[in-house]
């Protein structure tokens, strides 16, 4: 019956598997292939072993000698060893050279002293070239009291009647066309790592020289054009251990320079004893610094929230201590025609004028408040002292004027410098004509008094950041030093 189901194209298909069976039978083929694969299992379990371990070779007797260089030993060269070193030489015999003990530096933070080579980063070599140029500008100005008063040589500096009281050199003054500045390459230098703080000329008409206080505690000097015989012309000291709030050149000793920091220390840097002196200390912030145009015995100086410490540099003590804003004091300045005249402004959004001969430790009177809608970050007299420039972060440059400067204007100015830039500081330049103050398109505005608006604005190809702090040439009309939050300074001239 299962005949009967299966189709005939599977009873061929069973015929021929039982042909192809009988065939292989015939010819013995799976007996075959059966013997082949019993001799080659065989053969792979019979070639089947382990590498064994080269034998290792014994050391000979004599021992190799190694030649190694001078260099690699430490050793230096010497006429016995000239020649290189024999088959048979012998460490022990070598004289042993001591290493020697790092000379451990004085940290800024440290009270006292801090000499100069100590807070200079590079080499002692370059060190010595600032200490010289800056003793051959003292010579200049020094006064010889043996030999009387040697007006003649003594640039600067006019001779009164009893030979004893110098005056001061007055500031260059005269108006300048902004279109005339231009800015050159060799102009151009990175003085300090990070953002500059603060910026001055040296009082010297002989060689243009900044001195300029960054944010990590750094002053770095730059004489201005003396690549060629100078190297770069560009010293870099570490005498604060913050940012460097101030910094003040002695108008009657160009050797001599003070410098207040956020640490709440002062230091004089006095170039013919080679030292960053230590004159103050405080466990509060200093966050400005100045000096009275005609008062070389003291120092003046804001500490902490809205105090201002008049210091005597010669007793080392404080003459007086006033509080006169409701938060930090920003910048401090006197009136170039009265020095009795004092100028503060503050972070409480006020810059107020001050008669000296009219203040009280309790409550102090001013003469004048200008008032900002918020914080004001500098405020300067002009050079004849006739105007008040205040520079605010609201936006606002006020210029006051009159005979109390109770006539103020206020002119539009974008001071949005931001967190990572220095906040814009309007300064002077040569006459009561022209504010200056930095630009956020790299640029630097000048704000006409007559007009009370923006004229005009300095431009350069070679300008690659913002400038926001500046300073005018005491004695180059024309002259004017710009530096930004890169380290950067520029040098505008005619």
Known sequence: MADQKMTEYERRRLENIKRNDEMLAALKIQSRINDLSTVTKRQRTESKSYKKSPTKNLKPETPVVLRRSLRTQGVPPDAISASGLKDDYDETRVRKIPKLTPVKKVSPRELGPLAMRDAYTSDDASNQKLIQTMSGFSKKFQLRESNGFPCDLVKGVEKSEDFEAPKVRKRASGSVDAEALKLEPKNIARVVPGRIMNVRFFP????????????????????????????????????????????????????????????????????????????????????????????????????????????????????????????????????SENSNIMATSSTDGTACIWDLRHMSADKSKSLKTVCHKRAVHSAYFSPSGRFLATTSIDNQVALSTGENYEDTSMVYHNNQTGRWLSTFRGIWGWDDSSVFVGNMKRGVDIISVAGKKIVSTLHSELMSAIPCRFDSHPYKVGMLAGTTSGGQVYIWSL
């Not at 015995?297 to 902490?304: I, N």
Request: aromatic letters at 14%.
């Open 204 to 335: 010297t008409a002989e060689m243009p020289m900044v001195a300029v206080g960054n944010k990590f505690g750094n002053i770095g000097f730059w004489k201005v054009g003396a690549e060629n015989d100078d190297g770069d012309g560009i010293y870099l000291y570490c005498p604060h251990s913050g940012p460097v709030s101030g910094i003040v050149i002695d108008p009657f000793s160009v050797s001599k320079m003070f410098s207040s920091c956020y640490d709440g220390f002062i230091r004089l840097m006095d170039v013919e004893k080679e030292v960053f002196d230590l004159v103050y200390s405080s466990e509060y912030s200093i966050y400005s610094i100045s000096q009275s145009p005609y008062d070389r015995k003291s120092l003046y100086f804001s500490e902490g929230h809205g105090g201002v410490n008049m210091w005597d540099l010669k007793a080392g003590k404080s003459l007086s201590l006033w509080n006169l804003h409701d938060n930090r004091i920003n910048t401090i300045d006197f009136n």
